[in-house]
């Protein structure tokens, strides 16, 4: 199971960091993929990390102002995003697979998904 939090409403240039709570099998050997939707388009990447968290990869629309990281002690992984603007508003989901890691950014190799938190950003 897996719960994110941390969603909410900030001006363009604001700040928010989202957290994804993980239960059940072994957080430390899951890669963690952050996506998010926004109305009417499909779900799309941001950024994942590997069960280490030694390797991350981001969508490029993100990089330089997303940082994901993760706390296997505490079974939790981190978004952190900086210099929002209106067209981060999204649905920001986080899932998990349990196999090795890569760079690939489908949402069809994620088998589990948490419900969802928003995000919007006022301009």
């Known amino acids: 199971q897996l719960v994110e939090s941390g969603g909410g409403l900030v001006q363009a240039g604001g700040s928010l960091r989202l957290s994804c709570v993980a239960s059940?099998?072994?957080?430390?050997?899951?890669?963690v993929g952050w996506f998010r939707q926004a109305p009417g388009k499909e779900r799309e990447f941001v950024a994942s990390?590997?069960?280490?968290?030694?390797?991350?990869h981001y969508a490029n629309s993100v990089k330089g102002r997303f940082t994901v990281s993760r706390d296997n002690a505490k079974d939790t992984a981190y978004l952190q995003m900086n210099s929002l603007t209106p067209e981060d508003t999204a649905v920001y989901y986080c899932?998990?697979?349990?196999?090795?890691?890569?760079?690939?950014?489908?949402?069809?190799?994620?088998?589990?998904w948490g419900q969802g938190t928003q995000v919007t950003v006022s301009s």
């Open positions: 899932g998990v697979h349990f196999l090795s890691w890569s760079t690939a950014t489908t949402a069809s190799q994620y088998p589990y």
């Open positions: 990390i590997s069960g280490s968290g030694l390797n991350q």
């Open positions: 059940g099998r072994t957080f430390a050997s899951s890669v």
